[in-house]
T-cell receptor, first 113, second 114 residues
Framework: DTEVTQTPKHLVMGMTNKKSLKCEQH?????MYWYKQKAKKPPELMFV???????INESVPSRFSPECPNSSLLNLHLHALQPEDSALYLC????????????FGQGTRLTVV | AQSVTQLGSHVSVSEGALVLLRCNYS??????LFWYVQYPNQGLQLLLK??????LVKGINGFEAEFKKSETSFHLTKPSAHMSDAAEYFC????????????FGDGTTLTVKP
């Protein structure tokens, strides 16, 4: 199994809502990542987890709150988002942060209204 | 520090023609280099990677890339384009450290004309 599974595929939320994005992998990878991708732009790194501990936070606003409950799961909790936060949110995993290859999920298309 | 420049935000080729997507990098230490493909509303799929072994790297779907240190380049080629190759292509660089951060180029949109 070389898949990274993200749910939901699409999400529409109001600016006062609280929602969560989920990411799961069963490859035994110990590094997991959240990226944000705007249309026609490259992915931008948001967070890196290594062995279930947050190792990199790219100065992401606190309305995005990551969580890694175990080595297979990565969540991104969303609260009080703005319309400009609408984007494709990509999860990725790799064996470790120093690994050469990362596997990406299909992404969650988020629309904030 | 590391950076990637993809020359040409749009490339258009005819079906059966050579595909050449350009990528130049800047890195303070030996880099790992990657090419990813992204279809509309999909995640990124790794095409190929350079990790300091062979300088000519073969990937999936008939793509290959050559690492040229003297030119700081890692251009992606395919001898004969297929309609299904139409997509967004990203070059990425990652330092040979444990930082875990990859830097992506701005992407090149490949269009394949029948």
């Amino acid at each position: 199994d070389t898949e990274v599974t993200q749910t939901p595929k699409h999400l529409v939320m109001g600016m006062t809502n609280k929602k969560s994005l989920k990411c799961e992998q069963h490859m035994g990878h110990r590094a997991m990542y959240w990226y944000k991708q705007k249309a026609k732009k490259p992915p931008e790194l948001m967070f890196v987890y290594s062995y279930e501990k947050l190792s990199i936070n790219e100065s992401v606003p606190s309305r995005f709150s990551p969580e890694c409950p175990n080595s297979s799961l990565l969540n991104l909790h969303l609260h009080a988002l703005q319309p400009e936060d609408s984007a494709l949110y990509l999860c990725a995993s790799s064996q470790a942060v120093g690994s050469t290859e990362a596997f990406f999920g299909q992404g969650t298309r988020l629309t904030v209204v | 520090a590391q950076s990637v420049t993809q020359l040409g935000s749009h490339v258009s080729v005819s079906e059966g023609a050579l595909v050449l997507l350009r990528c130049n990098y800047s890195s303070s230490v030996p880099p790992y280099l990657f090419w990813y493909v992204q279809y509309p509303n999909q995640g990124l799929q790794l095409l190929l990677k350079y990790t300091s072994a062979a300088t000519l790297v073969k990937g999936i779907n008939g793509f290959e890339a050559e690492f040229k240190k003297s030119e700081t380049s890692f251009h992606l080629t395919k001898p004969s384009a297929h309609m299904s190759d139409a997509a967004e292509y990203f070059c990425a660089v990652k330092l040979n450290t444990n930082a875990g951060k990859s830097t992506f180029g701005d992407g090149t949109t490949l269009t394949v004309k029948p």
